[in-house]
């Protein structure tokens, strides 16, 4: 048997990777079975890998993020309800819980979104990244363009979804509602992270109706850990260090 004809059957019985490394694996002769073992344990890790990378695109992530090196610092204030080592192993995630991350800008909120995001990306779950004023604009010209049922089938499949920067933009009485429906998807089936620059009394300011704005915040909360930051920007404070 020739190697293309390994590599037919090898894809075939759709092993992808197989087809391309098992002419680069040394094993000895006389231990066929290691050299078997060998080649089907790279074909997974190949596979992994590629599975990770494509859960990384659909994320739509901004920046590439690592809980590596996030600087967990005194002025996060995590609750009671949680701590570092189980957001770390996303707990959350496994008890359909929220995360709502509320503080000034700049003080690393989104990063830590991200990062956990990211990892959550390598444990193989289903991750969507979004700012919020950008998903209210696609969910708006879904809605108007009679296919607003069809865009939200597309969180179906996620596990995690992460709104940011909450309360930047107002959004108009449509999009608040379309949001809302949203949100009400995931209550208690999925998880998401929230980062917000407002205390839950202002969020007013972003949703016109305030019994909306009530029903929103109460599902949100319902199962979540609320982590607060204090203290100023991060990123000013490194900007004016340089400066001096």
Excluded at 127 to 137: K, P
Aim: glycine letters at 4%; hydrophobic letters at 40%.
């Amino acid at each position: 048997m020739n190697e293309q004809d390994l590599r037919t059957i090898c894809k075939s019985l759709r092993l992808a990777y197989v087809a391309d490394i098992f002419s680069s694996i040394e094993v000895e002769a006389e231990k066929p079975e290691q050299y078997l073992k060998q080649v089907l344990l790279k074909e997974l890790e190949l596979r992994e890998t590629a599975r990770i990378e494509r859960n990384l695109k659909k994320a739509r992530f901004l920046e590439e993020k690592h809980l590596e090196t996030y600087q967990w610092n005194h002025a996060i204030r995590l609750p009671e309800t949680t701590n570092r080592s189980a957001l770390e192993e996303l707990e959350f995630i496994k008890n359909r819980q929220n995360l709502v991350l509320v503080g000034a800008p700049g003080t690393g909120k989104t990063h830590l979104a991200s990062a956990l995001g990211h990892r959550a990306c390598e444990k193989g779950y289903e991750v969507r990244f979004y700012r919020v004023a950008h998903l209210v604009e696609e969910l708006e010209a879904a809605y108007r363009n009679g296919r607003i049922t069809a865009y939200r089938k597309k969180f179906e499949s996620v596990d995690l979804l992460i709104l940011d920067e909450m309360g930047y933009v107002p959004f108009s009485k449509e999009g608040a509602e379309i949001l809302f429906q949203l949100i009400t998807d995931f209550y208690e089936q999925k998880s998401l992270i929230v980062t917000s620059n407002l205390e839950f009394s202002q969020w007013n300011r972003i949703f016109s109706d305030s019994r909306l704005t009530a029903a929103l915040v109460d599902r949100l909360i319902h199962h979540a850990h609320v982590i607060s930051y204090v203290g100023e920007s991060y990123r000013l404070t490194n900007a004016l260090s340089r400066t001096k």
